[in-house]
């Protein structure tokens, strides 16, 4: 039954919280590959091999440009962002008569769910699913009787949740015509025209909850990205070694690490798995790589520690610390740049419940020798940051940031030993 299915996936969203970067979070490449691919790959793993992909202006052609083997993607502009409701009557050409699956493009959850999802869906019984919240998330909160859904209530506020279960975006109609009916009437002013569309339909069909209890993390703001390569790292990479892979003398790997096509490890380092490193990359003397992926041609120099980060493409490095941050490409950095993780009162940083956070930075950005970024900064594209700055506060694209010194010259009235003989006696 389930090849009658039509998978809605929603990539047509805006993402401003996903700034710095401007990559759209639906096609942000996760160890090389866009993580719509993942996500679909795993639905088509689960039997479903018809989507019809809702995108926006700047992302459709190259979700256009996706293929998967024995699937078949179609894709839909939604020409504004205006919710998941809008998204849905924009793929009304290609969905009417259909049973459907919506899905979010970039929400990472465990292999298991899509299996129970497909599972469920050959009850040809319409489902949502629901998750129990460890702590309060600004998202819609299931109203439940009798383990049937009732309603949603979107973003109720810390202590007003209508229940413990959070509302992930799989949503399952045996026919998608009278939810659809439902939302070319509705007019709001707010973004809720799907949950109002939900609340109505509801009141006629049964729909079941599908608990899950696993793993989930949707892509919204960027620190999301260390989440999501947190849990590729420790449940999809496995150990592997591409073609012409030299790894020098005194270097020692330990754990799940991939390595790609071509790379260079050389002497005195250490990787500590799990951790990717893709095509054409060059592992410098005397690193420490942990827990990170490192993308393509990237070059990360002597004497750098890279440690729980996301590194994307074209990054260049020379004696750096790089803690809990994310770069998304093309980003070079002169010798002593530090990303600070930590703050010195071991508080959260920004809001996000970390204590360890680094900085968020876009592609196109060089930055210059001794300069600190603070924990938590985020950094536009196309900027340029001299050299022996701290700095402390998120840089806008475009930026040229320098730092001014000032210092005093004066003669030089004592004479400059050329010996050293009695000091190095000493050592």
Same mark, same amino acid.
Request: charged share 20%; proline share 3%; with cysteine.
């Given at each position: 039954m389930k090849k009658n299915v039509t998978v809605v996936v929603l990539a047509g969203g805006a993402g401003k919280r996903f700034a710095p970067f401007t990559t759209d979070k639906s096609v942000f490449p996760i160890a090389c590959e866009p993580i719509i691919v993942r996500n679909m790959m795993k639905l088509t793993e689960a039997g479903l091999t018809r989507f019809v992909v809702v995108t926006n202006p700047a992302n459709d052609a190259i979700i256009r440009s996706f293929s998967l083997p024995n *699937?078949?993607?179609?894709?839909?502009?939604?020409?504004? +962002?205006? @919710?998941?409701? $809008? +998204?849905l009557l924009s793929a009304k050409s290609l969905t009417t008569g259909q049973a459907i699956l919506v899905v979010n493009a970039e929400d990472v959850v465990d292999a298991t769910l899509y299996h129970d999802i497909g599972s469920a869906i050959n009850k040809r019984s319409p489902f949502v699913v629901g998750s129990v919240a460890k702590q309060?998330? $600004? !998202? @819609?909160? =299931?109203?439940?009787?009798?383990?049937?859904?009732?309603? &949603?209530?979107?973003?109720?506020? !810390? !202590?007003?949740?209508?229940?413990? =279960? &959070?509302? =992930?975006v799989f949503d399952y109609f045996p026919l998608s015509d009278p939810l659809l009916e439902r939302l070319s009437t509705i007019r709001s002013t707010r973004d809720d025209q799907y949950e109002q569309a939900l609340d109505t339909y509801v009141k006629e069909y049964p729909v079941s909850i599908l608990s899950y209890d696993g793993y989930w993390s949707p892509l919204k703001y960027p620190w999301h990205v260390l989440d999501v390569t947190r849990h590729f790292l420790h449940h999809d990479v496995a150990p592997a070694r591409g073609k012409n892979v030299d790894i020098r003398n005194n270097v020692i790997i330990e754990g799940s690490v991939y390595m790609g096509n071509n790379v260079k490890i050389f002497e005195n380092t250490k990787i500590v798995g799990p951790a990717y490193i893709g095509d054409n990359t060059i592992i410098g003397n005397n690193n420490i790589i942990r827990e990170s992926i490192i993308g393509k041609n990237c070059v990360t120099g002597f004497n750098t520690d890279i440690t729980r980060s996301y590194i994307g493409d074209d990054c260049w490095f020379h004696s750096n610390y790089i803690g809990d941050s994310v770069l998304e490409g093309n980003i070079s950095? @002169? *010798?002593?740049?530090?990303? *600070?993780?930590?703050? =010195?009162d071991e508080q959260e940083i920004l809001s996000t419940g970390r204590t360890k956070l680094g900085a968020m930075i876009a592609r196109d950005v060089r930055i210059g020798v001794n300069t600190s970024v603070m924990p938590g900064v985020k950094i536009g594209t196309n900027t340029l940051i001299g050299a022996g700055i701290i700095v402390d506060n998120d840089l806008p694209d475009g930026s040229f940031c320098i730092g001014k010194t000032t210092y005093e010259t004066k003669k030089n009235t004592r004479n400059i030993s050329a010996d050293r003989g009695k000091y190095k006696a000493k050592l």
């Open positions: *699937a078949q993607i179609e894709t839909v502009v939604q020409n504004h +962002a205006k @919710g998941m409701g $809008d +998204a309060y998330f $600004d !998202g @819609g909160y =299931l109203r439940v009787s009798q383990s049937r859904l009732v309603g &949603i209530v979107e973003k109720p506020g !810390g !202590g007003k949740e209508p229940s413990n =279960l &959070i509302k =992930l950095m @002169g *010798a002593g740049v530090v990303c *600070a993780n930590f703050r =010195l």
